[in-house]
């Protein structure tokens, strides 16, 4: 199954882990899994985010480790559809954070005649706190990166 995931991918926590790991899952051993990472064009309006190639770099380490047998491509996405609306994909994995954008895409796939995504949406993951772990809440110092309390 060729599968598409997206995002800032800023300080890699258990949220983003979580998605990467469904998302190799969703794309089996022999798929294609494409991970968009944000430039930083597009993160100039966010606080503190590490450059794309620190971001790049943290997830294939993580990839790295998990040994995934899918074939992986990890490329910057300018806007927030990526590659979605030329190149073609099964499905797109998402948060809630993201569906909206996902039936967009869909939206916009059906417009120009394209087959729409499978959309997979999974739950937050949440921290010790019950709220969803984020980047913006590890960089306040509120959690760890595996949504530990450290406040």
Request: aromatic content about 6%; proline content about 5%; glycine content about 8%.
């Amino acid at each position: 199954m060729r599968v598409c995931i997206g995002g800032t991918f800023d300080i890699l926590h258990k949220g983003h882990k979580t998605l990467i790991k469904h998302a190799l899952r969703t794309a089996g051993s022999n798929g294609f899994l494409f991970i968009g990472v944000t430039t930083d064009k597009m993160t100039r309006n966010k606080k503190n985010v590490k450059p794309f190639e620190q971001r790049k770099r943290a997830i294939s380490e993580y990839l790295y480790e998990k040994k995934p047998t899918a074939n992986i491509t990890i490329k910057p996405i300018k806007d927030k559809y990526g590659p979605t609306l030329e190149k073609e994909f099964d499905a797109i994995i998402v948060s809630p954070e993201t569906l909206e954008t996902a039936e967009e895409i869909n939206d916009k796939r059906t417009e120009i005649g394209k087959k729409p995504l499978k959309i997979i949406k999974i739950p937050f993951v949440l921290a010790e706190d019950g709220k969803p772990i984020s980047s913006s809440r590890i960089k306040k110092g509120e959690i760890d990166t595996d949504g530990k309390i450290l406040v």
